[in-house]
């Protein structure tokens, strides 16, 4: 069928809204008419060629919408359903049957390649054109999904706002609620309050952290952070930020997360902790980057670092658990959800790299149907 997709031809080209063909759903495969999708900095890493994957390709992996049309012999699922986007996972390697799908063995084969059974449900013009990214690119007006990364969500939720799930604030909440588990009272530290570090911070005051300190450039987020719960503001480019947490949390921070990948960051979030404090690290920089640590820091206090994908979520858990807090108003996404048509893509790309809005999310339905 015809769809109208947003394709990533290179690093230096603006994404081009153009129509394509989309084929129909296969086997445990679902068509969802995409209604809303968020835009994450991996979207944008691809596109510049930090994660080195082939273009053209339509991007796009925060997506959600209401199935149109299920795949042969699908039954879990139904025409009508409205569902969210996440990551896709094999389910059939030894970490996926953990229960750990973020490390799936065939992680960045099915969700930065794409890699689909048969090829490529996109094409444009004749020939074939990258998709399935996070098995889904959802930078269009319909996406083919699996049964394994959707999950279904009452009907009425407002899906522009909860599109975002389904990546960044899953990280976010995840490796505090999943990884790090702070007890209450303790302190944590979050470097880089963008819409991962923010989520980071909603679920520490959740989980009833007594000192949670945010760490950025951008004096607009740190504000941003405070105003969600944050309890202390420290701007990243103060003479001696870990000087000003240890201060802060009186010797040391239980926990801390880093989201820039920034090398200087990172180091400034395994320097920041006290004795026995733990460091999640959950940014993708460009290939090749190196983290350096002080070895008498890291031995001595016995620290420990953890890398985390996906905020170690099982998104068919953990997506309800977070709609649970979105319901109660404990996550107003609303404060940080800007929507743009998906038209207007390269500006709100634009807006993200500026640090001018936390979580732009596209719209799909000013398009209207294509078929
Ligand atoms: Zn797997
Ligand atoms: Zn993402």
């Known amino acids: 069928m015809k769809i109208i997709a947003a394709i990533a031809n290179g690093p230096r080209d603006p994404f081009e809204i153009e129509p394509c063909e989309l084929s129909a759903p296969r086997a445990e495969e679902v068509m969802v008419r995409v209604h809303a999708c968020g835009i994450c900095h991996t979207d944008l ?42 990551f896709g996972s094999c389910g059939e390697c030894s970490n996926c049957r953990d229960g750990a799908l973020g490390y799936c063995d065939q992680f960045r084969a099915i969700n930065l390649f794409g890699n689909r059974p048969g090829g490529s449900a996109l ?15 959802a930078f269009a007006t319909h996406a083919i999904a699996t049964t394994r990364n959707i999950v279904k969500v009452d009907a009425d939720l407002p899906l522009e706002l ?31 309050v963008g819409a991962v570090g923010l989520s980071a911070i909603i679920a520490a005051r959740i989980v009833g952290c007594s000192t949670i300190v945010a760490v950025d450039v951008v004096p607009e987020r740190l504000r941003m952070a405070r105003e969600l719960g944050a309890t202390h503001a420290v701007s990243g480019r103060a003479d001696d930020p870990v000087a000003e947490i240890v201060e802060l949390t009186r010797g040391g921070a239980n926990f801390s997360l880093d989201t820039t990948g920034v090398p200087a960051a990172v180091a400034s979030s395994i320097n920041c902790l006290r004795a026995r404090g733990t460091s999640a ?21 016995g620290i420990g670092i953890r890398g985390v994908v996906e905020g170690d979520a099982n998104p068919q858990l953990f ?6 807090f979105f319901r109660d108003g404990r996550l107003p996404l609303d404060k940080f959800v800007k929507t743009y048509p998906l038209a207007r893509i390269n500006e709100a790309v634009d807006d993200l790299e500026s640090g001018r809005v936390v979580k732009p999310v596209l719209t799909m339905r000013e398009i209207g149907s294509t078929t």
Do not use: W
């Open 162 to 192: 909860l599109a975002p799930l389904g990546c960044g604030i899953q990280t976010g909440m995840g490796s505090v609620m999943n990884v790090l588990r702070p007890q209450a009272g303790s302190s944590i530290a979050v470097f880089g």
């Open 281 to 301: 690290q959950v940014a993708a920089p460009p290939r090749g980057t190196l983290y350096a640590a002080e070895a008498s820091v890291v031995v001595g206090r």
């Open 319 to 324: 997506i309800p658990r977070m709609i649970g």
């Open 45 to 86: 890493a691809v596109k510049l060629g930090h994660i080195p994957v082939p273009m053209p390709k339509v991007l796009g992996h925060e997506g959600a919408g209401v199935i149109e049309e299920v795949g042969p012999g699908v039954t879990s699922f139904q025409p009508g359903d409205d569902v969210l986007m996440s």
């Open 123 to 137: 094409r444009r013009g004749g020939s074939e054109l990258g998709g399935h990214f996070f098995a889904q690119s």
